[in-house]
């Protein structure tokens, strides 16, 4: 299986970025104000990483600093399933 990381990029170049050059997402690229995210997308994004992870993020986790760059989304899905860390 990819990385936690890689598998978030993939996806937000995909579908929120509709196949942006990968070199325009980093790390670190602030997702809510480049505004590559809304809360619609916040959303979408929630049900995609339950799916392919397997996990439950609960409405309390649903919040825009857990959303933020690429390294908190990954942090929030290593948060809840620790076996997938690299």
């Known amino acids: ?7 978030i990029r993939e996806y937000l ?6 196949g ?3 070199e325009e997402l980093t790390d670190d690229t602030n997702l809510v104000e480049e ?3 809304d ?4 959303f979408a994004l929630v049900e995609f ?6 996990i439950k ?3 309390e ?4 600093t857990n959303f933020q760059t690429v390294t908190t989304i990954e942090a929030l899905v290593t948060r809840l399933a620790p076996d997938l860390a690299t």
Request: no cysteine; proline share 6%.
């Open 57 to 59: 993020i609960e409405a």
């Open 39 to 42: 809360s619609l997308g916040i």
């Open 49 to 54: 990483l339950e799916e392919t992870f397997g």
């Open 1 to 7: 299986m990819a990385s936690v990381n890689s598998t």
């Open 35 to 37: 505004e590559i995210l």
């Open 13 to 18: 170049l995909a579908e929120a970025m509709q």
């Open 20 to 22: 942006a050059p990968p």
């Open 61 to 64: 986790e649903v919040v825009m």
